[in-house]
């Protein structure tokens, strides 16, 4: 159990060594691309393959929320979906998400984001994450 | 100090935005604005109050670039850069970038790079989230 909020299930398509970094293309079981970069050491010592099944990881506060717009960004991955539920606090809100494909995932962002986003119950959105924000595990 | 961050804004602090557990504090950055959002602990135990110098510690992977400027993101800072100079590595590309006169780095996917076919001379946009700047105390 780790204490990050989104874990999706996917599956190693591609693995590109670099001299420092790994760039993992992986796909969820919606069929939707995503891209991660993790260091090569870790990429040797998880002894990562093409065709596992791992879990990518990645922190709510990491996810980048956009209504629309998401095109000619250079972040790698943008999962789209529905606002399920907005909980707001003092400064951050917590926004769940609902992905095409039911699987959920949670962004935090700053309330002044969401006034001016206008976001809310069952907005279409699309989640930003930057590959090097998302981690693997297994 | 010095740091491994490869981004540093200095400014003044122009607002402190209390939350439950977060603060949202606002670094006025030449004629921008730099948001942040810290812990309240970090707020008290660096005794920050507006009208102090202070500055604004970004890694260069928290960075995601845009040609166009995104209208509809969550992310509190978007950032009008020049872009200086375009690095390949292996996986990952280092893309130097101006604003004003400070100098700002981001490391982008390769991919990402040839996709918005960055270049020397480009404009382009910074989007950081609010929770990846770090602020340290001059």
Not at chain 1, 51 to 70: C, P
Not at chain 2, 63 to 69: D, F, M, V, Y
Not at chain 2, 89 to 112: F, Q
Request: aromatic letters at 2%; charged letters at 20%.
């Amino acid at each position: 159990m780790i204490s990050a909020g989104n874990q999706l299930d996917v599956l190693i398509s591609e693995v590109l060594y670099g001299p420092v970094s790994v760039l993992l293309i992986l796909q969820t079981k919606q069929g939707v691309r995503m891209v991660a970069s993790v260091s090569k050491s870790s990429a040797t010592a998880m002894r990562l393959r093409e065709g596992e099944r791992v879990i990518a990881v990645f922190q709510a506060s990491h996810v980048l929320v956009a209504t629309g717009w998401a095109m000619g960004i250079s972040a790698r991955n943008k999962l789209s979906g529905r606002v399920h539920r907005i909980t707001m606090g003092v400064v951050n809100a917590e926004i769940d998400l609902l992905l095409e494909g039911m699987e959920r995932i949670v962004a935090v962002i700053t309330n002044e984001a969401v006034a001016e986003l206008r976001l809310k119950d069952g907005d279409e959105i699309v989640a930003i994450i930057k590959a090097s924000d998302v981690m693997i595990a297994k | 100090m010095l740091t491994s961050a490869r981004n540093t804004l200095y400014g003044t602090i122009t607002s402190i935005t209390p939350g439950a557990v977060h603060s949202e504090v606002t670094l006025g950055v030449g004629t921008g604005a730099i948001v942040a959002t810290i812990t309240n602990e970090s707020v008290t135990r660096l005794e920050m109050k507006v009208g102090d110098p202070a500055y604004a510690l970004i890694k260069s992977s928290s960075l995601i670039l845009a040609k166009t400027k995104p209208q509809r993101i969550s992310a509190r800072n978007v950032l009008h850069v020049n872009v200086n100079e375009v690095i390949k590595g292996a996986v990952n590309a280092e893309v130097k970038l101006s604003l004003g006169d400070a100098t700002m780095n981001a490391i982008i996917t390769n991919d990402s790079c040839d996709e918005l076919m960055l270049k020397k001379g480009d404009e382009a946009y910074a989007i950081i989230k609010a929770s990846s700047v770090i602020i340290g105390m001059v």
